[in-house]
C-alpha cells in the first residue's frame, strides 16, 4: 500500500474543506489492521505499506520525526525499516541512482537494528556490482587509492561509476570478487 499517508477516510472526501478529522484515519486503520492480520496469517501472505516522515512541531527532545496512521500500523508490523536516501549517483553531471540507507527499526522474526547500504540505479534496482566493489573494500580485496579502485594489481576505473562499469562488463573479475566475499 503506497502510502499509507495518501489513505483518504470516505468522511473526509464527502465532507467539506476545512472540516475537522481528528484521528479518523488512525482509528480506521487500527480496525482495518485488526481485520487484516489474521486473514493475512492464514494466506501466508505479506503486505507492504509504504508511509511518509511528518516532523513533530514543538518537540525539545527526542526525534521530532514520525509517521502518519496513529500507532497501530507501529504495532502490528512484524518488520519496519527506515529507508533514506543518502546521496545521488552521478555519471559525470547525470544522476544515474541514489546510495541508500536502510535501518531495521523493528523485527520480531529475526535481531533488530542493523543496518545497510547500497546502491539503487534508476530503471536497474540494486547494483550488484555497487555492493561487490563495498564489500571488496570493507574485506580488503579491492584496494581504494584516492578515487581509484584496484583489484589484484588491475585497475578497475577511478571512480565507483567507472569500477561499477569496469565489473559490468568483465563478469569473471565480478564473480570472482562475489566467491572471494562468500568464503
Known amino acids: 500500500i503506497d502510502s499509507v499517508a495518501a489513505l ?14 481528528v484521528g479518523l484515519q488512525a482509528r480506521l486503520m487500527s480496525q482495518a489492521l485488526r481485520k487484516m492480520t489474521g486473514a493475512l496469517n492464514n494466506s501466508g501472505t505479506t503486505a507492504i505499506f509504504i508511509n511518509q516522515l511528518r516532523e513533530k512541531i514543538g518537540v525539545m527532545f527526542g526525534s521530532p520525526e514520525t509517521t502518519t496512521g496513529g500507532k497501530a500500523l507501529k504495532f502490528y508490523a512484524s518488520v519496519r525499516l527506515d529507508v533514506r536516501r543518502i546521496e545521488t549517483l552521478k555519471d559525470g553531471t547525470d544522476a544515474v541512482g541514489n546510495r541508500t540507507r536502510v535501518k531495521v527499526v523493528k523485527n520480531k522474526v529475526s535481531p533488530p537494528f542493523k543496518q545497510a547500504e547500497f546502491d539503487i540505479l534508476y530503471g536497474q534496482g540494486i547494483s550488484r556490482e555497487g555492493s561487490l566493489i563495498d564489500m571488496g573494500v570493507e574485506h580488503g580485496f579491492i584496494r ?40
Open 144 to 183: 581504494k587509492s584516492g578515487s581509484w579502485f584496484t583489484y589484484e594489481g588491475e585497475q578497475l576505473g577511478q571512480g565507483k561509476e567507472n569500477a561499477r562499469k569496469f565489473l559490468l562488463e568483465n563478469v569473471d573479475v565480478a564473480n570472482e570478487i562475489e566467491k572471494k566475499i562468500k568464503e
Open 8 to 21: 483518504v477516510p470516505r468522511a473526509e472526501i464527502e465532507g467539506e474543506m476545512g472540516d475537522s478529522h
